[in-house]
């Protein structure tokens, strides 16, 4: 290879090819010029640095670097290479959420080997709108190689739960954001001088400061600066800016400024009990002695108050999966979410009906979904905007009446318009499948100028034959549902992605009021139930694990399936890493992972987490199986029946 000195850098110890620092780096143009000289050069596009064992092919896919993944591709790129972990180019990508890089590695290698249609399947709109997963079954890699896990120490044991708790990262946790933990107003720092930052809580009741140089190196996303106080308003932040070089003084040390954060000042300017999704603040410094700005810090901040759990307090739940059993069936929001695309009779989803309809086809457990309504009932819906309403109204803005009164008045509608339908004379053409859709188009009509009915999206909302259960509380579903009945119980709270995304609003109730409202009703009412508690948020995981240790913690997690502007939020690589960190029981990831990645599953099973999955291919029996295979713990599906027959069979 150094014959080719176009192609070769020496970097350290390392040989590296310059189409794999391009590649690296996402330089399009580059890799482009590089493959028009290294057209006939296999050995080039497949050179590996010496540390990783890493081609351009596996850098692009580490990176997510789409464009980059097809052009080496196409130039005869191998993608099924190990690097020295055994890790293959698809693994990498899968794992940091880049399941766009992941799709068309499958479609590209299903293209060279000809897959059969019967060996590939196909899955619409799991991932995105319009976009096809297709998961070659018979081509799945079997690397001995073993994949070595994380090894953290939780966050979650330095908590005091008797006092409230400051959580402190500095630098934004929101990925969209371009802040940096510390902007100046001119270059401070050079080789000898360096810049750091000492940061203490003063007020607070613990009195540890904390000292960060700059640049900060990694992430430090699930390392929080922990201070404890008894009292909030009464505690200040305070951010220090130094720099340290022989020429300073005695010590080395010279401080330039200093920011100041008042703790019960955040999160005002909103409703009472209200706060902002937004977690991230900038605060100015001022120079020492003169007062003149001379940059800013940014950070984000949770506060954790403690919770009062009753005594003397239940008897802790264990789960609803069994460690080295059999995969546990969970029935997503009771029997199946509905679906306009389905023409059969569905029970209306996260109803107690629904639930007791799950246990009987089959589930070991129900899955179903808790909000806040503006007066503090915990109610069971999945939806952020209640749409019927005729607007993008947020739930928590509805009270518990107006909630009721809007799912009333539909079940009531319905059912007037399904008798009318039934007792009145039709012509024999009318069969079952061509209903009185008079129902259908009232809603759609109702909702023509909310978010969904804009975008002609408003059919995928509703049901065209529903048995219109009514909604119903927290409190009433944990006293008329059977108590041998295990539950998952998901946190409904918005993220500001999430926010962002659909346009919501920024803001929601207190995020302490809400999980203390919610766990109140949970331990009032739980007497020896089987209750685990999980979420989308990691904000709301957090809170479960400082708060309670009574039931255990899933992480649900999108798994790259959409731009999230959350670290913790967007692969299986953030999901571990936060489990591990917060000493959650374990991980819940879109199916989509596993199914393409077998291998990342027993990843995250040796990571010491109990391992879930949801998403549209857990309706399919083979998706099912390849996951089951690989010694998935619970899968939460909408086919109960099919996926419960198709496990049994299999271990028959």
Request: proline share 5%; net charge negative; hydrophobic share 40%.
């Amino acid at each position: 290879m150094s014959s080719h000195p176009h192609y070769v850098d020496l970097h350290g110890d390392r040989l590296t090819t310059s189409l794999y620092r391009a590649a690296r780096d996402g330089r399009e143009s580059a890799v482009k010029a590089f493959l028009l000289l290294a057209a006939d050069k296999q050995d080039l596009l497949d050179a590996a640095e010496k540390t990783h064992g890493w081609t351009p092919l596996f850098i692009a896919c580490v990176n997510g670097h789409l464009e980059i993944v097809k052009l080496l591709l196409e130039a005869g790129a191998e993608q099924k290479l190990c690097d020295l972990a055994g890790w293959t180019a698809k693994e990498h990508a899968v794992f940091r959420g880049h399941l766009a890089v992941a799709e068309f590695l499958v479609a590209h290698g299903a293209q060279e080997s000809g897959s059969s249609a019967r060996s590939q399947i196909l899955r619409e709109e799991a991932i995105r709108s319009g976009d096809r997963l297709r998961c070659t079954l018979e081509d799945q890699d079997n690397i001995p190689s073993r994949l070595e896990p994380l090894k953290k120490s939780p966050n979650v044991n330095q908590i005091n739960r008797q006092c409230s708790s400051i959580l402190v990262t500095i630098g934004p946790s929101n990925t969209r954001s371009n802040l940096k933990p510390l902007e100046l107003t001119q270059t401070l720092a050079d080789k000898e001088n360096k810049i750091s930052m000492n940061i203490k809580a003063v007020g607070a009741q613990s009195s540890s400061t904390y000292r960060i140089d700059l640049p900060i190196s990694g992430s430090t996303v699930n390392k929080p600066l922990l201070f404890t106080t008894e009292d909030p308003d009464k505690v200040h932040l305070m951010f220090e800016v130094f720099r340290t070089s022989p020429n300073d003084n005695n010590t080395g040390i010279y401080v330039l400024g200093a920011g100041i954060a008042l703790l019960r000042n955040l999160w005002q300017g909103l409703a009472p009990d209200h706060e902002s999704l937004i977690r991230d603040f900038t605060i100015p410094v001022l120079e020492t002695g003169s007062m003149r700005f001379i940059g800013s810090v940014t950070f984000s901040c949770l506060l954790v108050k403690p919770f009062q759990i009753p005594r003397p307090p239940p008897t802790a739940s264990l789960g609803f999966w069994k460690k080295g059993g059999p995969t546990q069936v969970v029935g997503h929001r009771g029997s199946g979410a509905n679906s306009a695309k389905l023409m059969n009779l569905q029970i209306r989803e996260n109803t107690v009906q629904s639930f007791l309809s799950a246990i009987s086809l089959g589930a070991s457990c129900v899955e179903f979904d808790v909000q806040l309504t503006k007066d503090y009932v915990p109610v069971i819906s999945h939806d952020f905007l209640v749409m019927e309403t005729g607007g993008d109204v947020p739930l928590h803005a509805l009270t518990l009446d107006q909630f009721m009164h809007v799912n009333r008045s539909d079940r009531a509608n319905s059912k007037e318009q399904h008798l009318e339908r039934f007792l009145r004379p039709k012509p024999r053409s009318h069969s079952m499948n061509a209903c009185d859709d008079s129902h259908v188009r009232g809603l759609a009509e109702r909702m023509r100028y909310t978010e969904h009915g804009i975008q002609n999206e408003v059919e995928g909302s509703i049901i065209r034959w529903p048995i219109q259960e009514p909604s119903t509380t927290l409190e009433q579903l944990l006293i008329e549902l059977p108590r041998f009945v295990p539950f998952n119980l998901e946190i409904k709270y918005p993220m500001l992605w999430e926010a962002e995304d659909r346009g919501m609003e920024y803001s929601a109730i207190e995020i302490n009021l809400f999980v203390d409202t919610i766990l109140a009703v949970i331990f009032r009412l739980c007497g020896n139930r089987n209750i685990t508690l999980s979420s989308f948020s990691p904000e709301i995981c957090i809170l479960l694990a400082c708060k309670q240790r009574t039931f255990p913690i899933l992480f649900i997690n999108k798994a790259g399936s959409v731009p999230a502007g959350d670290e913790r939020a967007g692969s299986l690589q953030g999901a571990i890493e936060f489990a591990r960190s917060w000493g959650l029981a374990g991980i819940v990831m879109l199916s989509d992972v596993f199914v393409m990645c077998p291998r990342l599953l027993t990843y995250a099973k040796d990571s010491g987490l109990v391992i879930g999955s949801y998403g549209d291919l857990n309706d399919d029996p083979d998706c099912s199986l390849i996951q089951t295979e690989a010694g998935l713990d619970a899968i939460m599906t909408n086919k109960i029946r099919l996926v419960s027959q198709a496990l049994i069979k299999a271990r028959s």
